[in-house]
């Protein structure tokens, strides 16, 4: 009983430690998040462990967490992990997912596939997350109004998954495990040298910081949002058909150009007929 005990005294007085000290992070400070729901959270502490990594990044920087942009059409969309630095403005979309992750980069899907037991797998698809974070620079862009700064687009994955075919077409984005991030960025910012003083930082910094501080209810009506464009039911789409063919229309969602990451009706008869209608 006594070396239960303090086995659980031990137990305790290191998640207290690991609580304080955390506590007296940038991402508590900005976030308000407890420690615990933290822990609970795989994104929220997706978000975490990235800011983590790149704490220690040497150089001028700032860090805004849950950044909700303003869009066009009145919505709003979300950015997970902002970092200004003097080399630029790193946007940052956090996947702390496990598995082995498949897609290329204009696919609008990409597939993780999860041991199932008995030798056999589990696939589950989840929008792809570059289409995911050209809509985020998108608008971070038409919000700064930034011409002449860098712009770097990061998907961050954990650690405890392994990217097993990613095929990227561009050199616009970076797709890495969590543990390659330092080490990534740390090259693309010598490579790309000063480019913000510490006074421009701050006043991006200042610019964004509202937008950083959305309430629980806007949160919710955010999350609804994503729920209703990205998984509503396919069956309004059984009697869209193609005039111009006959063949089905599809839901897709444009993963280039101006309207990346926005959804259209498109046949399925494609490439051999390349009509389209506006999902609206």
């Not at 002449?148 to 075919?165: A, G, H, N």
């Not at 693309?188 to 950083?212: H, W």
């Not at 949160?219 to 869209?240: T, W």
Request: net charge positive; aromatic share 12%; glycine share 6%.
């Amino acid at each position: 009983m006594i070396l239960l005990l303090a086995v659980v005294a031990t137990a305790f007085l290191a998640c207290e430690i690991a609580r304080k000290r955390y506590e007296k992070t940038a991402y508590f400070k900005q976030t308000r998040n407890p420690y615990w729901r933290v822990r609970r959270d795989k994104g929220l502490l997706g978000e975490f462990y990235t800011y983590r990594c790149l704490r220690q990044l040497p150089g001028y920087k700032r860090f805004l967490f849950n950044c909700y942009l303003p869009k066009q059409d009145g919505g709003k969309t979300e950015i997970d992990v902002i970092f200004l630095h003097e080399s630029g403005i790193y946007v940052f979309e956090s996947k702390n997912y496990s598995g082995w992750i498949f897609g290329t980069e204009t696919n609008s899907y990409w597939t993780q596939t999860l041991p199932a037991g008995r030798g056999r797998a589990k696939k589950v698809s989840f929008l792809n997350p570059i289409v995911q974070n050209k809509v985020h620079l998108k608008w971070l862009k038409a919000f700064l109004q930034e011409d002449f700064v860098p712009f770097l687009s990061y998907i961050v994955f954990s650690d405890r998954c392994t990217l097993k075919d990613i095929r990227l077409t561009s050199r616009e984005h970076r797709v890495v495990n969590r543990y390659d991030v330092l080490s990534d960025i740390a090259q693309t910012a010598r490579g790309l040298g000063s480019q913000l003083k510490p006074q421009k930082i701050d006043e991006l910094y200042d610019r964004l910081a509202p937008l950083a501080q959305a309430g629980d209810s806007e949160k919710r009506s955010h999350i609804e949002n994503i729920h209703k464009k990205h998984h509503s039911p396919a069956s309004p789409s059984a009697n869209k058909v193609c005039p111009r063919c006959g063949g089905k229309l599809v839901l897709r969602t444009a993963t280039r150009g101006a309207h990346a990451g926005e959804q259209f009706w498109g046949c399925s008869h494609f490439p051999r007929c390349r009509y389209t209608q506006n999902a609206d």
